[in-house]
């Protein structure tokens, strides 16, 4: 059974930073891209960053270029998101996904509307507080 787990979310106040994980079971975790999506309330889907876990290759949207960086540990098949200086705009709930695509995954991530990743987890909630 494929499982994404994400957990790290939180209460911050803004400007402070968090690491959210992606927890991985269930597929050959080095086959596959790690995405990260998040939704803030009444607001729709919004792409965030992903990482192909077997080159590396990492994409970040706009909104959080420069304050983010995404990484793996391979040993735990863990994806994590960092996010630094983080603001009131960034609250939503955070969620990981999987393909074995990565154009595919880019393209989720760019139009997250349509978004169609292989697989989805349950999603953490962060809440930056002004």
């Known amino acids: 059974e494929v499982q994404l787990q994400a957990s790290g979310g939180g209460l911050v106040q803004n400007g402070e930073s968090l690491r959210l994980s992606c927890q991985t079971s269930?597929?050959?975790?080095?086959?596959?891209?790690i995405g990260w999506f998040r939704q803030a309330p009444g607001k729709e889907r919004e792409g965030v960053s992903c990482?192909?876990?077997?080159?590396?290759?990492?994409y970040y949207e706009d909104s959080v270029k420069g304050r983010v960086t995404i990484f793996s540990d391979s040993a735990k098949n863990t994806i994590y998101l960092q996010i630094n200086d983080l603001k009131p705009e960034d609250t939503a709930v955070y969620y990981c996904?999987?393909?074995?695509?990565?154009?595919?995954?880019?393209?989720?991530?760019?139009?997250?509307?349509?978004?169609?990743?292989?697989?989805w987890g349950q999603g953490t909630l962060v809440t930056v507080s002004s």
């Open positions: 990482i192909s876990v077997s080159d590396g290759r990492t």
């Open positions: 996904t999987a393909d074995s695509r990565w154009h595919h995954m880019v393209h989720s991530i760019i139009y997250p509307s349509t978004a169609t990743p292989d697989y």
């Open positions: 269930g597929f050959r975790f080095g086959d596959y891209v």
